[in-house]
């Protein structure tokens, strides 16, 4: 069964800095997506940004890219310029790619705080 | 833009009642989800089903039970609710495509159920 680990229970930054967000997952497949999804405070989960395992360039949505690292199983979350909405919890997922409905399986969840 | 809502955004029931919680969703997608969110334990899979009248067990599948007989609608049930059964609720939904994808899931606002 595929695992995912989120190893920053909490993170806090300072307004227009970088922070990077860590997750590690476990697995055997070799077809598989990876997500990063923010859920605000009180507000409705959003996608951040996802991956497709078999495209090596990482990808990158504005002030938000990551780093992914296929052999060392690592998908870290970078957000530049932090901005004071960026504060919520996030969490990282992985998606088994075989066709049909496919589940996520989830992290515990990184709760970030952006500090004016 | 995909929108899935929830029938309720809180919801305080008594130990025993039958509960039952609505999630719409307005993009003809084939998938929907049922999780449940725990501080510090994430989210984790409920049921999800990927047709009408289809479902699936998800990882904690005990004491609930769903329903879905029309596409854009998916119900969770709470048989006989239990105060261990407290908790956030979000629902969720995808599209499905032939071959190997893992798609976007849109969630919803959540509905946060206490049972007394």
């Known amino acids: 069964a595929q695992t995912v680990t989120q190893s920053q229970p909490e993170m806090s930054v300072q307004e227009a800095e970088t922070v990077t967000l860590s997750c590690t997952y476990d697995?055997?497949?070799?077809?598989?997506?990876l997500f990063w999804y923010k859920q605000p405070p009180s507000r409705q989960m959003i996608l951040v940004i996802r991956?497709?395992?078999?495209?090596?360039q990482n990808a990158t949505e504005n002030r938000f890219s990551v780093n992914f690292q296929k052999a060392a199983k690592s998908f870290s979350l970078k957000i530049s310029d932090s901005q004071l909405g960026d504060t919520a919890m996030y969490f990282c997922?992985?998606?088994?790619?075989?066709?049909?409905?496919?589940?996520?399986?989830f992290g515990k969840g990184t709760k970030l705080t952006v500090n004016p | 833009d995909v929108k899935v809502t929830q029938s309720s955004r809180y919801l305080v029931k008594r130990t025993g009642e039958k509960v039952f919680l609505e999630c719409v969703q307005d993009?003809?997608?084939?998938?929907m989800f049922w999780y449940r969110q725990d501080p510090g334990l994430g989210l984790r899979l409920i049921y999800f089903?990927?047709?009408?009248?289809?479902?699936e067990k998800g990882d904690i599948p005990e004491g609930y039970s769903v329903s879905r007989e029309k596409k854009e609608r998916f119900s969770l049930i709470l048989e006989s609710a239990s105060t261990n059964q407290t908790s956030m609720y979000l629902c969720?939904?995808?599209?499905?495509?032939?071959?190997?994808?893992?798609?976007?899931?849109?969630f919803g606002p959540g509905t946060r159920l206490l049972v007394l």
């Open positions: 697995t055997s497949e070799n077809n598989y997506y």
């Open positions: 997922a992985f998606g088994r790619a075989q066709g049909g409905s496919e589940k996520l399986v």
């Open positions: 991956q497709e395992a078999y495209k090596q």
């Open positions: 969720a939904s995808s599209t499905q495509w032939e071959g190997p994808r893992v798609e976007t899931q849109y």
């Open positions: 089903s990927y047709d009408v009248k289809m479902k």
């Open positions: 993009m003809d997608h084939e998938n």
